[in-house]
């Protein structure tokens, strides 16, 4: 059974610092993995889409890496602001299941 | 904006009650995914429908049930609404369904409360 965990649960840095968010599933049979970003009471925003092919995507100032084998993912946040505070999911497409695993989150604060 | 549009946004419903949620896929999307997100935790996989069939289903009991229409939009209905079904539902839609994994767009959510 494929399970996604998250850590930290939450992170509170100072603004301007870079920051790496952790994600790791225990099952290697993947499609892609996604990063999503999650504003309080609000739907979910799509950040980066890696496909299982694929070792890491970039936009802007996120980076996300995919090791399959080792089942771990990483996203990158370089010179945080306090507009990218909210929480950030990621999610497994299991190519057992056909479906999008979710972690339960990190939700970041970027203090001023 | 994903195109994906959720209503009503905020619903209050009583223990026992039945509620139908309805969502509206991204244009040319012929698939749609619908989750429940409980609070603090990530979102859990409900059912998905691709060209107004069930295809695939998470850990959730029959009284949670939908339906696809042929222009894709589609609704979520839960029966004998429980305090723990209080959360925000989530679709997402896609081109494709089955295990071929296209990219999911979410819609706003409906937030479900119930009392």
């Known amino acids: 059974k494929q399970e996604v965990t998250q850590i930290p649960a939450a992170l509170s840095v100072p603004e301007g610092e870079n920051l790496v968010l952790n994600c790791s599933f225990t099952?290697?049979?993947?499609?892609?993995l996604q990063w999503f970003r999650q504003d309080p009471g609000k739907g979910l925003t799509s950040l980066l889409l890696i496909q299982s092919s694929q070792r890491e995507q970039t936009s802007g100032r996120l980076n996300a890496s995919l090791d399959k084998s080792s089942g771990r993912s990483t996203l990158y946040i370089a010179a945080s602001q306090p507009g990218d505070s909210a929480t950030y999911l990621c999610a497994v497409y299991s190519s057992n299941t056909g479906k999008l695993i979710f972690g339960q989150g990190t939700t970041l604060q970027v203090k001023p | 904006e994903t195109g994906v549009t959720q209503s009503p946004t905020h619903l209050i419903k009583t223990r026992g009650q039945q509620v139908t949620l309805r969502c509206s896929s991204q244009s040319g999307h012929n698939t749609v995914s619908w989750y429940q997100q409980a609070l603090g935790q990530g979102p859990q996989f409900i059912f998905q429908y691709y060209r107004e069939e069930e295809n695939g289903r998470g850990n959730f009991p029959p009284r949670f049930s939908g339906l696809q229409f042929p222009n894709y939009s589609s609704e979520l209905n839960v029966n004998a609404l429980e305090l723990d079904d209080s959360a925000l539902y989530l679709c997402?839609?896609?081109?494709?369904?089955?295990?071929?994994?296209?990219?999911?767009?979410f819609g706003p959510g409906t937030r479900l409360t119930v009392t």
């Open positions: 099952d290697s049979a993947i499609y892609n």
């Open positions: 997402a839609s896609s081109l494709g369904g089955g295990r071929r994994a296209y990219e999911q767009y």
